[in-house]
């Protein structure tokens, strides 16, 4: 399997409940990110995990913790989130240092809270 | 800090028609540019990459991008649209890859095209 690969690509899910996106790089690429874009707005940077230093957007919300066990894993754990928080989460992955900054994009999980 | 302006947040265009979609950047030394392309319900694809080699950028599927320092623009095109281009288009521009730099992203611009 090549590029970026999430799952799941559809999520339903409450209130209340407790979930996680997944994402796996096939480049050997060592920084990850999440990003979220929701309809009508631009494409929001979540996370940033680069060489197993992590930078996050302040305005993130902590229902919202990601995890990276290794440069080729990234986890989104979700928990008590508001139906606001429905939006397309979009992994990405890139070379650092060096490089141009291009990113690779997975498919993007499709979240929906009720 | 860098920024990029897409003009226009939707295009129509006839089948056969020059596509133009319109990007222009700030950024306070020499850029990374990108155009990138959107499919329903997929994640972003990279059309082309301006990484100061040559001004003129070819990308996949004839469309291409031109670099003009003087107008600090990075206008997309394609001689002659297809139904299958019918997707979201973002510019992006870097610095490149220094410590925790990171593409950052117009708002988009829907292609729509027309039989």
């Known amino acids: 399997e090549t590029g970026v690969t999430q799952t799941p690509r559809h999520l339903v899910m409450g209130m209340t409940n407790k979930k996680s996106l997944k994402c796996e790089q096939h480049l050997g690429h060592n920084a990850m990110y999440w990003y979220k874009q929701s309809a009508k707005k631009p494409l929001e940077l979540m996370f940033v995990y680069s060489l197993e230093e992590r930078v996050e957007n302040n305005s993130v919300p902590s229902r919202f913790s990601p995890e990276c066990p290794n440069s080729s894993h990234l986890f989104l754990h979700l928990h008590t989130l508001q139906p606001e928080d429905s939006a397309l989460y979009l992994c990405a992955s890139s070379q650092k240092p060096g490089g141009t900054g291009e990113l690779f994009f997975g498919e993007g999980s499709r979240l929906t809270v009720l | 800090a860098q920024s990029v302006t897409q003009l226009g947040s939707h295009v129509s265009v006839s089948e056969g028609a020059l596509v133009l979609l319109r990007c222009n950047y700030s950024s306070s030394v020499p850029p990374y540019l990108f155009w990138y392309v959107q499919y329903p319900n997929q994640g972003l694809q990279l059309l082309l990459k301006?990484?100061?080699?040559?001004?003129l950028v070819k990308g996949i599927n004839d469309f291409e991008a031109e670099f003009k320092k003087s107008e600090t623009s990075f206008h997309l095109t394609k001689p002659s649209a297809h139904m299958s281009d019918a997707a979201e288009y973002f510019c992006?521009?870097?610095?490149?890859?220094?410590?925790?730099?990171?593409?950052?992203f117009g708002t988009g611009t829907r292609l729509l095209v027309s039989p």
């Open positions: 301006y990484t100061s080699a040559a001004t």
């Open positions: 992006a521009v870097s610095l490149g890859n220094t410590g925790f730099q990171k593409l950052v």
